[in-house]
Every structure is written in structure tokens, then in C-alpha cells.
């Protein structure tokens, strides 16, 4: 469908286009399009943009992935049909391991994102082939790479499920979730939450690597030990709620939505 650039919509429509065609490709699970449906809400709520204070927590998520020792991207058909070039690129920036890796997992759709992430550049995929779990989760669901996910020390999971995220905490990892949701478990069991839109949360990484590439590794740890996921959602649902509060958000003229 051709999506007119005058529409007042015109991006929230085209990220779903995107998601529709991933989903006609076989790379989108059909509970993937709800799982935006959810996400889309809580960015029309946001204002649809990258808040200030999310805007640092992406600098502290990039700053904990350039001190890792075994920095893993995992990610899953959403994650690949809006932002697989920007992860790819993250992944060689860094440099960190990229993993497919399914909550409904298909071998067909672990070998089909593989293939777009190596089309985008990746020189090497994790997850096909994948010969180890995570604990404590059902076979499907637990099933990741040896060399990726299970030995990583810290993961970045952009619209990761709650039980995963907690599985990958309790194996004693460093989880950076991307969801814009600042209340599902997922965003409260993270260590570090970034709360925006996967679209602009993976670019902005991509630039905050070239500015803290320059920084000393103590500045770094500075800025991981000094962020408080906590007082940082807390914040977000502040905004939110001064946001609805303001009778400004009512007028048909009110931008941007
Ligand atoms: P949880 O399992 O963490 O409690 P949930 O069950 O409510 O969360 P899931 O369906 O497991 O949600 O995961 C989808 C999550 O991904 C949702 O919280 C949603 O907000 C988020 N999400 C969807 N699309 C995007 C996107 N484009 N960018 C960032 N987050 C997104
Ligand atoms: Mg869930």
C-alpha cells in the first residue's frame, strides 16, 4: 500500500506497513503485530519521540555494551523488519555478537532473519543451529547459542517477553531491554530499560558509540554505576502522566499527534 508522506501519520503508518511486509515475508510472528499494537499505544503516549532521560539511558546501555566482555544482540522478527540494519551496524560498531532468537521459534524463521541480517552485512549470525537453554524456560522458548546468548555476560533484548528477561537475569546477566511499555515485567526486571521506540532507540545507539568510543573505560563505568533503572521509569510514567494532564493534549492542533 503506497502511504501518502502528507498523511498526518505518516511514520506510526509506515513502521507498520513495515511490520505487515515482514509478516508476508515470514520473518513476523502474527503475534508479533499485536505485540505493536501494545508498543504503539504506550509511543503514542510518549508523544512518539525520544524522551531526554531515555535519550541517557541509551548512552549508559551503549557505555555497559562497550565494557562487556561478551556483548550478545538478540533479536526476533520485529526487532529485524524495523530496525535490522541499524542492529547490524550496533553489532559492528561495538563490536557485539547478534543472535536470532524466537519466542515462537521456527527453524524456518531463525534461517530466514539470519539471511536478511547477513544481506544487511553481518558477517556472522548466532542462533541457527542453536545447542543450549536457558534455564528455567520450556524447551522452544529456552533454546539459544552457545557461543551467543549463554555465555554472554551482558544482552541487549529489544521487545523481549518478562519471563525471558527474568530467566536471563537469574543466569546472572546484564539485560538492556528497548520496550516502550515502562510497566510490563520485562521493563521492570531489566537492568537497564530503555523506554522508546525501537526505530530511534538503535540509532541513537549507533551514535552514542562513536562519542563514547573516545571516553576512558573508568568514565564509563562512571556512567553505568550511576544510573538508577528505578528512579528512571518512575520518571518516564511522570512524564506520561503530565503529558495526558495537559489540557494542551486535548486540542486537534496539539503537536505532534
Ligand atoms: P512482559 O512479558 O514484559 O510483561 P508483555 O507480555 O506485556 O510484557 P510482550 O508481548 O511480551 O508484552 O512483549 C512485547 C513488548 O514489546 C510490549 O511491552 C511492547 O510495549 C513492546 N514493543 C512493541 N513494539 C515495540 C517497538 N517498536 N519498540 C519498542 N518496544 C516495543
Ligand atoms: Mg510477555
Not at 66 to 77: K, T, W
Amino acid at each position: 500500500m503506497m502511504i501518502p508522506r502528507s498523511h498526518p501519520r505518516y511514520r506510526s503508518l509506515m513502521i507498520r506497513e513495515k511490520l505487515a511486509d515482514g509478516f508476508r515475508r515470514g520473518l513476523v510472528h502474527e503475534t508479533g503485530l499485536i505485540a505493536h499494537g501494545r508498543g504503539e499505544a504506550f509511543d503514542y503516549l510518549l508523544g512518539e519521540r525520544t524522551l531526554d532521560i531515555s535519550l541517557k539511558a541509551e548512552k549508559v546501555a551503549t557505555a555497559l555494551l562497550l565494557l562487556a566482555e561478551n556483548p550478545v544482540i538478540s533479536v526476533n522478527g520485529n526487532t529485524v523488519a524495523l530496525a535490522g540494519r541499524e542492529c547490524v551496524e550496533l553489532s559492528k560498531k561495538i563490536p557485539a555478537k547478534i543472535e536470532v532468537n524466537l519466542f515462537h521459534r521456527s527453524e524456518e524463521r531463525v534461517r530466514r532473519l539470519a539471511e536478511v541480517l547477513r544481506s544487511f552485512g553481518a558477517e556472522e549470525v548466532l542462533g541457527e543451529d542453536a545447542e543450549e537453554r536457558i534455564e528455567g524456560l520450556d524447551h522452544p522458548r529456552g533454546i539459544c547459542s552457545r557461543d551467543g546468548i549463554y555465555s554472554a555476560d551482558v544482552v541487549l533484548v529489544p521487545l523481549e517477553d518478562g519471563d525471558r528477561c527474568e530467566a536471563l537475569i537469574r543466569m546472572g546477566k546484564k539485560v538492556i531491554a528497548i520496550d516502550l511499555n515502562p510497566l510490563s515485567r520485562t521493563s521492570r526486571t531489566a537492568t537497564i530499560t530503555i523506554v522508546d521506540n525501537v526505530v530511534r532507540a538503535i540509532p541513537n545507539m549507533v551514535r552514542w558509540v562513536d562519542e563514547l568510543k573516545r571516553e576512558d573505560r573508568e568514565r564509563l563505568h562512571e556512567l553505568v554505576d550511576g544510573w538508577d533503572n528505578e528512579k528512571y521509569l518512575r520518571e518516564v510514567l511522570n512524564r506520561i502522566s503530565k503529558r495526558i494532564k495537559s489540557d494542551q493534549v486535548i486540542r486537534l492542533d496539539h503537536e505532534p499527534l
